[in-house]
């Protein structure tokens, strides 16, 4: 049986009466889309997931319910095996009834979530009520079982070293099943510091989480444990085979599980989805952004009639065929949001391509709109889940404030970034005016640190970690006697990015200068010669444009530099063989690249 109210913000409250007790359920969006349940975990209700609903609302029917005995669902009595899997099961189906009761819903658990998760997800009686199951930080206890199992009767010192490790990351589990604890912790000073320490440890927003429940959250929820873990830890089932897809989201960074848990996953899931995350436990609070574009695209890709089919990627790749590309990048960039500057031609537009191969969320940005928006419509042809284009002047501080301030609130925070936005400036010094100065650094310099200081703050205060590429050039380290502007310009990057990298390695923010050489773009017919009539300089422009043409070097490959080492995180990258050439050069043979700059140089 459910009743039915309406909650506040649009949200549709209703209760789900269930074995004796109300679970309290929200739905968010229209009732007709497809249905996406999110199951909290421990001591969590279902308003951790808040974020991560809201970015979803738009697009499907967001169900969020408070397993029993937390949030402001009632509690079994007694609270002693009121909490088995067996019971969680028949919850999560008396749920699914009332809000789908046509149509299989999209299961997406955290934590204890996801431990339900695996059991709905593994039982013969769901069968056909679940479409897919996505998990996030939590396994299922009979696969854990096993893995403890496989390492302890074939013991070698990396399986022993696993066993330790994650040993002394379950510390807490043992010590939930003390009789009296979680009470005590319940009334004790450290819950009412929980937020801080959230806060402080996992980079939690302490805004409307965790909520007023969170006493009666740490009491009940440690049944589940109880309840459940040794149990199975004695006898593991061994027909926990899933019977849908499923996503594997593994943060790196958490403190409670070892990613070498799902080691052996692909036995238990054959339809596999693996994704990594630069993250730590609590990323339904922490990285909302990206877990919600994982989220999305797996269940589009899993709905009846979808051109996306789920493959069976394993660790090679994200393995949805039509939605994200598999191939080595995959599983890094799927779903990263990846910001590109001057991505209306080039090297920019490359790089975007190319992370929109990888299933990355893209923005491009650049001073030509109509060009940003182009590369964004094509972004989403190749492969990004989501593209969008944005007009900002690189060299403009304030505009570059806007942007980081719009691109956070729409988009998220910026995992990668790529400050590419460049000019061309030749010439002789003194034939080299003020003005031409000015602009050349307001764009190759000025563009560079206003990028690197907006974003790089976003990313720095989020505190999961990210990447910084700076598009820097060859001439960074060669001289040219008619390329003093823009090989001063290039320097200060390459020596920016360099300290770059020292400050921010200690807050998990790679730092990279992508150096290129003589790259085929259209760089050359936009290129000022100074000293030069207009008449003059366009010659020059045409000169300089069939010399790169003919050396035909092209951006793409610049672009897959970019991937590869925001992947390795280099941290100077020469990407064409002049340049890796000019780059040993400058270490070893400076006198002879000293010589070499008193020849004009092609452009």
């Known amino acids: 049986m459910s009743g039915e109210s309406t909650g506040p913000a649009g949200a549709r409250e209703r209760w789900v009466r269930t074995g004796g007790i109300e679970l309290c359920v929200v739905e968010l969006g229209d009732a007709e889309r497809p249905t996406v349940m999110l199951l909290h975990g421990y001591p969590d209700s279902k308003e951790v997931w808040s974020a991560v609903a809201e970015r979803l609302r738009d697009r499907f029917h967001v169900v969020l319910y408070d397993v029993r005995g937390c949030g402001r669902s009632s509690a079994p009595k007694p609270l002693r095996g009121g909490f088995t899997l067996e019971k969680l099961t028949d919850d999560f189906l008396a749920v699914a009834d009332a809000v789908s009761p046509d149509a299989p819903v999209h299961l997406v ?326 003005d031409d100065w000015r602009k050349v650094l307001d764009v190759n310099l000025w563009g560079v640190i206003h990028g690197c200081r907006v974003f790089g703050r976003q990313m720095a205060e989020r505190g999961q970690g990210g990447h910084i590429v700076n598009v820097a050039s060859a001439a960074a380290f060669h001289p040219f006697k008619t390329l003093t502007a823009y090989s001063t310009s290039k320097a200060a990057v390459l020596m920016l990015s360099e300290s770059l990298r020292a400050e921010l390695a200690g807050r998990g923010i790679g730092v990279t200068a992508i150096c290129p050489g003589l790259v085929n773009t259209g760089i050359t017919g936009t290129t000022r010669f100074a000293g030069l009539p207009e008449e003059a300089q366009q010659l020059r422009r045409d000169k300089a444009s069939r010399l790169y043409a003919k050396r035909n070097y092209p951006p793409e490959k610049v672009a897959e530099a970019v991937l590869r080492s925001v992947l390795r995180n280099q941290a100077v990258v020469p990407v064409a063989p002049e340049a890796h050439a000019v780059r040993v050069m400058s270490r070893f043979a400076p006198r002879l690249l000293r010589a070499i700059a008193r020849i004009d140089p092609p452009l």
């Open 109 to 434: 658990g955290h934590d204890w979530g996801s431990v339900q998760g695996w059991e709905f997800a593994t039982v013969p009686h769901t069968e056909g009520r679940i479409a897919s199951f996505t998990s996030v930080s939590g396994p299922a206890l009979d696969h854990f079982a096993h893995w403890i199992r496989k390492r302890a009767a074939r013991p070698t010192p990396r399986g022993a070293a696993q066993l330790l490790g994650q040993g002394g990351r379950s510390w807490y589990v043992s010590a939930l099943h003390a009789p009296g604890l979680a009470k005590a912790l319940a009334r004790g000073p450290a819950l009412k510091q929980w937020p801080k320490i959230l806060k402080r440890m996992e980079k939690v927003p302490g805004d409307t989480y965790p909520t007023a429940s969170l006493p009666r959250d740490v009491t009940h929820g440690a049944w589940l444990y109880r309840d459940n873990v040794r149990p199975r830890m004695r006898r593991p089932r061994t027909d926990a085979y899933a019977h849908v897809p499923v996503q594997l989201i593994t943060p790196t960074g958490d403190a409670f599980l070892s990613a070498r848990l799902y080691d052996d996953l692909d036995q238990w899931a054959p339809r596999l989805v693996r994704h990594t995350l630069t993250a730590k436990h609590w990323v339904p609070r922490t990285r909302p952004d990206q877990l919600s574009a994982w989220i999305a695209e797996f269940v589009t890709a899993n709905e009846p009639g979808s051109t996306g089919a789920v493959g069976t990627a394993g660790h090679g790749g994200a393995g949805v065929s039509g939605a994200v590309d598999s191939g080595p990048y995959a599983q890094e960039f799927g779903g990263r949001l990846v910001l590109v500057t001057g991505a209306a031609s080039g090297i920019g537009r490359a790089t975007a391509f190319a992370f929109a191969e990888a299933g990355a969320r893209v923005v491009a940005v650049d001073r030509d709109a109509e060009g940003a928006a182009r590369t964004a419509e094509m972004a989403r042809l190749i492969g990004a889940p989501e593209a969008w284009g944005e007009y900002a002047d690189v060299s403009d501080e304030q505009a570059m404030e806007k942007l980081a301030v719009k691109v956070a609130a729409e988009y998220g925070v910026v995992d990668v970034l790529v400050n590419n936005a460049g000019i061309g400036v030749a010439g002789s010094f003194l034939d080299t005016s003020p």
